[in-house]
T-cell receptor, first 113, second 110 residues
Framework: KAGVTQTPRYLIKTRGQQVTLSCSPISGHRSVSWYQQTPGQGLQFLFEYFSETQRNKGNFPGRFSGRQFSNSRSEMNVSTLELGDSALYLC????????????FGEGSRLTVL | AQRVTQPEKLLSVFKGAPVELKCNYSYSGSPELFWYVQYSRQRLQLLLRHISRESIKGFTADLNKGETSFHLKKPFAQEEDSAMYYCALPMDTGRRALTFGSGTRLQVQP
């Protein structure tokens, strides 16, 4: 079956703009998580959605937001972009959270100029 | 806060040599620990979890609560083991979010 799909794969924005990233989880997976990956901070948890509700949130400012649709697809939005938001944004879906297995997408690489 | 420490950024070994990738953690309660791996140009994927006590691709990891460690070991490294390895655990009990270590790059030389 198809893996986690993220779009767009690459994008360049300028400071002050906003961006929306999309994630389609593996069919049947209802939990979708987002992580930010940077060389300096590594992998950091942004938020997790399950059944269209945000269940967990990481320590990021309110400029970072997300949502999940009834088909489990998820989007994350970053408003008023800053240079430090340049990162690889990874989406992961999960069927059985207790098993701890997250299935990651290839990521969306955001560059803020 | 829960924390995962991987002290080595890079570990370079020769093919056939033993490998030990270190992971130390701080956690209140009973931790669930995982090793994730990212091969070149591939997605991050789960390698193994301590609760299943399995061996995947020859790798094993034992949870040592006394030393708060979950080191990843393989007796004989192969070139295809070259990858980035991340140790991870839940951010808090019951939270569906993982804290990842900074990762260790394993380089297996021929």
């Amino acid at each position: 079956k198809a893996g986690v799909t993220q779009t767009p794969r690459y994008l360049i924005k300028t400071r002050g703009q906003q961006v929306t990233l999309s994630c389609s989880p593996i069919s049947g997976h209802r939990s979708v998580s987002w992580y930010q990956q940077t060389p300096g901070q590594g992998l950091q948890f942004l938020f997790e959605y399950f059944s269209e509700t945000q269940r967990n949130k990481g320590n990021f400012p309110g400029r970072f937001s997300g949502r999940q649709f009834s088909n489990s697809r998820s989007e994350m939005n970053v408003s008023t972009l800053e240079l430090g938001d340049s990162a690889l944004y990874l989406c992961a879906s999960s069927l059985n959270w207790r098993a701890g297995e997250l299935f990651f997408g290839e990521g969306s690489r955001l560059t803020v100029l | 806060a829960q924390r995962v420490t991987q002290p080595e950024k890079l570990l370079s070994v020769f093919k056939g040599a033993p490998v030990e990738l270190k992971c130390n953690y701080s956690y209140s309660g009973s931790p669930e620990l995982f090793w994730y791996v990212q091969y070149s140009r591939q997605r991050l994927q789960l390698l193994l979890r301590h609760i299943s006590r399995e061996s995947i691709k020859g790798f094993t990891a034992d949870l040592n609560k006394g030393e708060t460690s979950f080191h990843l070991k393989k007796p004989f490294a192969q070139e295809e083991d070259s990858a980035m390895y991340y140790c991870a655990l839940p951010m808090d009990t019951g939270r569906r979010a993982l804290t990842f270590g900074s990762g260790t790059r394993l380089q297996v030389q021929p």
